[in-house]
């Protein structure tokens, strides 16, 4: 199984900053098989970047994915108040199985 | 426009079984897989496996063998998830999510649905 550890666990920020969070893979994922999401409190997680860099619709283009291999990050430029959320990483590389990172939660500072 | 959803909340005992249900519209229901994620509480998701509602074949995560179930209808647009012998630790909402396997991602989810384990 493809483990997927995500750093740091809370990441404390002010609003116009930017947060830069990391995905890192047991074993090298294919781009195209990793995404990102953001869960707010009380709601489903929403989907945010596919193919590690591919934005989802409607999503703000503050928010850009990259990385390859077993290294992956998530920045948001200029931390927007609705930002302040937990974010998961997800990998499908090993389909039929898939599995999710333990969550970065961005608290405000 | 996509809508996913689900069941409403379920209270059940140890040992008991839950089915979770999570309609879906607006799409066409067997062009795309349907996963199973659950979350207990102040956790992250976790991955329970999926069902292609084309051919109703599923794959499950190996720590669910033997006590989970995911099912169809195809007439009424409906999957399904039975989760049997219920403990404590079973506790949490449970989502269904569409694989979008031209995005590879989940682009909708149900509005999840809480299952309490309780004596």
């Known amino acids: 199984e493809i483990v997927l550890t995500q750093s740091p666990g809370t990441l404390s920020l002010s609003p116009g900053e930017r947060a830069t969070l990391s995905c890192r893979a047991s074993?090298?994922?294919?781009?195209?098989?990793l995404a990102w999401y953001q869960q707010k409190p009380g709601q489903a997680p929403r989907l945010l970047i596919y193919?590690?860099?591919s934005r989802a619709t409607g999503v703000p283009d503050r928010f850009t994915g990259s990385g390859s291999g077993t290294d992956f990050t998530l920045t948001i430029s200029g931390l927007e108040p609705e930002d302040f959320a937990v974010y998961y990483c997800q990998q499908s590389y090993s389909s039929p199985t898939y599995t999710f990172g333990q969550g970065t939660k961005l608290e405000i500072k | 426009q996509v809508q996913v959803v689900q069941s409403g909340a379920e209270v059940k005992k140890p040992g008991a079984s839950v089915k979770v249900s999570c309609k879906a519209s607006?799409?066409?229901?067997?062009?795309?897989?349907m996963h199973w994620v659950r979350q207990a509480p102040g956790q992250g998701p976790e991955w329970m496996g999926w069902?292609?509602?084309?051919?109703?074949?599923?794959h499950y995560a190996q720590r669910f063998q033997g006590r989970v179930t995911m099912t169809r209808d195809t007439s009424i647009s409906t999957v399904y998830m039975e989760l049997s012998r219920l403990r404590s630790d079973d506790t949490a909402v449970y989502y269904c999510a569409r694989d979008n396997a031209i995005v590879v991602g989940f682009d909708y989810w149900g509005q999840g649905t809480l299952v309490t384990v309780s004596s």
């Open positions: 074993q090298s994922v294919s781009s195209t098989y």
């Open positions: 069902i292609n509602p084309n051919s109703g074949g599923t």
């Open positions: 607006g799409y066409t229901f067997t062009g795309y897989y």
């Open positions: 193919g590690a860099s």
